[in-house]
C-alpha cells in the first residue's frame, strides 16, 4: 500500500511540474546553462519564456554571447 501512495505522489509531483510552464522554464535554464557553457562565453543569464498556442508548448531560448569557445580543429 506504500508503494501505491509513493507512485501517486511522484506522479502528482512530476503532473505538477509539467504544468507549471515558470518552474519548467526555471529547470530548462539550470539544465541548459551547463550545456551552453560548454561551448559560449555567455554575457548574461539564458532568458527561456513560454508560450501556449492551441495544444502546443512553444519556448524560446536567448542566449547573448561574447564568444564561442575553441574547439581546435574540426573536419568536415
Do not use: T, W
Not at 554575457?43 to 527561456?48: R, S
Amino acid at each position: 500500500m506504500d508503494y501505491k501512495i509513493a507512485g501517486r505522489m511522484e506522479h502528482i509531483l512530476n503532473n505538477d511540474k509539467m504544468c507549471d510552464p515558470q518552474r519548467v522554464c526555471d529547470l530548462l535554464k539550470d539544465d541548459l546553462r551547463s550545456v551552453i557553457e560548454n561551448y559560449l562565453v555567455m554575457k548574461n543569464e539564458p532568458v527561456i519564456r513560454f508560450k501556449r498556442d492551441k495544444n502546443k508548448n512553444i519556448f524560446f531560448f536567448e542566449i547573448e554571447a561574447e564568444r564561442i569557445k575553441p574547439f581546435g580543429y574540426i573536419p568536415y
